[in-house]
């Protein structure tokens, strides 16, 4: 009951965050969004973390100690991946967070921010994209090639670690279906992915707004 009411909250907050990012991204427009639309993203958020966090738990209770590694790779990626693309971009030094915030005071603040930012995309897509060259630190385009990097890798990560998990998996799973729980795991991500695509293709309250739609970028 905990761990179901404890996923209904965390789904319940990324759906929020997702309402909130198309309103900052589109702040100029009216934004409306349909039941269908939050329909969507609940059964997209709801697929994509409850897969997320069984993959990450099975595979942990057979090897305990790569896990930790696993998480640490996700996370370091995440955390430096704002800072690369920012010092590629060799944009000047963000000083209008707040000004009484000395250089040092920026940095951490920031430092936070790609935290946070990290701490998500180790479990789902992120509905804001981190972008420091920004004013307002958060990218403004919608782009398409980024998210199917994220979810082609990240369905592949799945795949690998239920493998390992298939493979080094104790006599605890004996009663289970292991090759039932992995095809199930597996179909239930692409489920999360599915509902995705159906929100950006006909749900998105500012669809007509793309350059290209998510099936014409894919």
Known sequence: IFMVLSLLSIVYGALRCNILAIKIKYDDYSVRVKPAAYLCIFMWRSFEIATRVTVLVLFGSVLQSWVFLVVLLNFLGFFLYPWILFW????????????????????????????????????????????????DLISKSQNWYRMTVYYIVRLMENAFLLLMWYIYRTDFYLYVCAPMLFLQLLIGYCMGIFFMLVFYQFCHPCKKLFSSSITEAL
């Not at 590629?88 to 946070?116: A, D, Y």
């Open 88 to 135: 590629l971009s060799k944009s000047p030094f963000p000083e209008n967070i707040e000004k009484e915030l000395s250089r040092l005071g920026t940095t951490i603040v920031l430092c936070l921010l790609t935290f946070l930012y990290a701490g998500i995309n180790m479990f789902c897509w992120s509905a804001a994209q981190v972008e420091l060259s920004d004013p």
